[in-house]
Each structure stands twice: as C-alpha cells, then as structure tokens.
C-alpha cells in the first residue's frame, strides 16, 4: 500500500478529533453523520489520488501500514465519541442524554472514555479476525450494567448506543483488513 493513501484521512481524522462538532439537536445530529460519510468518501478518493503522485521504495511502505492503523485507532476512538453521539440524537431515536439524567461531569467522562476503549480494543479483534470475540465484550458490559438495564429507556440507549459504537469499529477494522490486504 502506498503510504501517501492514508495521508488525506489521517489529515481529516486529526482535524476531526481535534476539534470536534459539537452536536445540539436532531437535525444537527442527521446532518453530522452525513457530512462524516461524505469528508470520509473524499479522503479515501483524494488518498487514491494522492498514491498515484509518487512510488515510494519498497523500505518506506511499512510507514504506511502504521499510519493507517494509527489512523483507525484514532478515529473510532477519538471521532467515535461524537459520531455515537449523534447516532443518540438521531430524531427518529429520541433518545435521552446522559447528561439530561442528572449525570455528573465524571460519570460522562467515564462512559465516554469506556466507549473509546471498548470500539479500540473491538477494532483490535477485528483486526486479528477475531470476530466472535467481540461478542464477549458486549456480554461483559452489559453483565456491568446488569441492574440498571431493568430500566427501559437507559436499557434502550445503552443497547443502540453499544451497538453502533461496535459497527464504527468493526466496518473500520474490516475497512483496514481490507486496505492491508492491497498493499
């Protein structure tokens, strides 16, 4: 794989990381996660561009390889926070935040940062072929929350958020096997 592929998505998932949108709504919610597909589809064709600018030498490929992965870890940890975010404030799921449950500061930041654990170490899986464990890491965290899924609603969100939180990682981890693969 030629390294200069990765390097408009990389550009793209530190500018996004960095400084994130910040979602206030349905609407907003809707339109984020279809301009994230579109600035993705544009990094990977103007990557495409870019790798036929230049033939790197056979020594200076390996950099490409720690970019891409670099550069997915990032994303479905970094990026993920504000796309499964929005995945929550999509109109048709109206569902509630955790910030208008009364939640702490801490207790956000906890959840947030579990989420970019688990969507990394579920890309790791992935990235190995080990796709069915991936299942043990939802059974454990829905094993943690055991007592607070008998409520409905937090049961509802904490299922649709813990979901598409695993697709992010797994399309990315299957989106990375498969660039890995070309090169």
Known sequence: MNPLFVVPLLAYTLAATLWP???DGHRRAATLLLWEAVFVIIALVAGTYFA???KPSLDGLWWGRVALLATGYLYVSGRGVVLIRSVLELPTLQMRRDEDRTAGA????RGRAIG???RALALTLVLLGEYSAVGWIIAAKALARFKALEDREFAEYFLIGTLAS???AVLAGIGIRILLKQG
């Open 21 to 23: 949108a910040q979602v």
């Open 106 to 109: 801490i207790e956000i930041a």
């Open 166 to 168: 695993f697709l992010l």
């Open 116 to 118: 970019a654990l688990e």
């Open 52 to 54: 036929r600018l230049a």
